[in-house]
T-cell receptor
Framework: GQNIDQPTEMTATEGAIVQINCTYQ??????LFWYQQHAGEAPTFLSY??LDGLEEKGRFSSFPSRSKGYSYLLLKELQMKDSASYLC??????????WGAGTKLIIKP | IAGITQAPTSQILAAGRRMTLRCTQD?????MYWYRQDLGLGLRLIHY???????GKGEVPDGYSVSRANTDDFPLTLASAVPSQTSVYFC?????????????FGPGTRLTVL
């Protein structure tokens, strides 16, 4: 079966850096998405990667390793508004999105 | 720019009742999707539509039906609601299907079946 694993919950301090990991076992790989979802709201797109290597977008960076079935989302200079769930999703060989359960990130002052 | 709208925002429904969740997008996207989101589980695909006039079954289609009469609208119907259908339902769309196009989500409908 296809599976995506993310930590259920993480806690970090305002101004710090946090790394959210995502490991996956899917039938094929056509890229990996990260979405942010604030409580009670819709998921919103953060990033898409298909090639290995770090991609930076402001305070957020994503790093997929296709060969290792692993990716992480790096959030720098954490702000209180970054408190949200972060969803990892892999596009499989049929271009179907397989979703992880999400990581709830709690930011403390 | 509205993007994707969903209605109602929330609903409490008696078991056995019929319910249609509405979804409309104004981005002229070809592909549309219905997901349910339950605590501790990832988003699960219920039904999808690659283009107007076509629909397909996702991971958890039982108890749900959809139609795609035009590009903009993609309603989801629960023919006879059961308590296990209590969930948050998200409609999403992407420019095309079978591609790397980003999916964009509506605000969701919180449904409680008693």
């Amino acid at each position: 079966g296809q599976n995506i694993d993310q930590p259920t919950e993480m806690t970090a301090t305002e101004g710090a850096i946090v790394q959210i990991n995502c490991t996956y076992q899917t039938s094929g790989f056509n890229g990996l998405f990260w979405y942010q979802q604030h409580a009670g709201e819709a998921p919103t797109f953060l990033s898409y990667n298909v090639l290995d290597g770090l991609e930076e977008k402001g305070r957020f960076s994503s790093f997929p390793s296709r060969s290792k079935g692993y990716s992480y989302l790096l959030l720098k200079e954490l702000q209180m508004k970054d408190s949200a769930s972060y969803l990892c999703a892999v596009l499989d060989s049929n271009y179907q999105l397989i979703w992880g359960a999400g990581t709830k990130l709690i930011i403390k002052p | 720019i509205a993007g994707i709208t969903q209605a109602p925002t929330s609903q409490i429904l008696a078991a056995g009742r019929r319910m249609t969740l509405r979804c409309t997008q104004d981005m002229r996207h070809n592909a549309m999707y219905w997901y349910r989101q339950d605590l501790g589980l990832g988003l699960r695909l219920i039904h999808y539509s690659n283009t107007a006039g076509t629909t397909g079954k996702g991971e958890v289609p039982d108890g749900y039906s959809v139609s795609r009469a035009n590009t903009d609208d993609f309603p989801l119907t629960l023919a006879s609601a059961v308590p296990s259908q209590t969930s948050v339902y998200f409609c999403a769309s992407s420019a095309t299907s079978g591609s790397t196009d980003t999916q964009y989500f509506g605000p969701g409908t919180r449904l409680t079946v008693l």
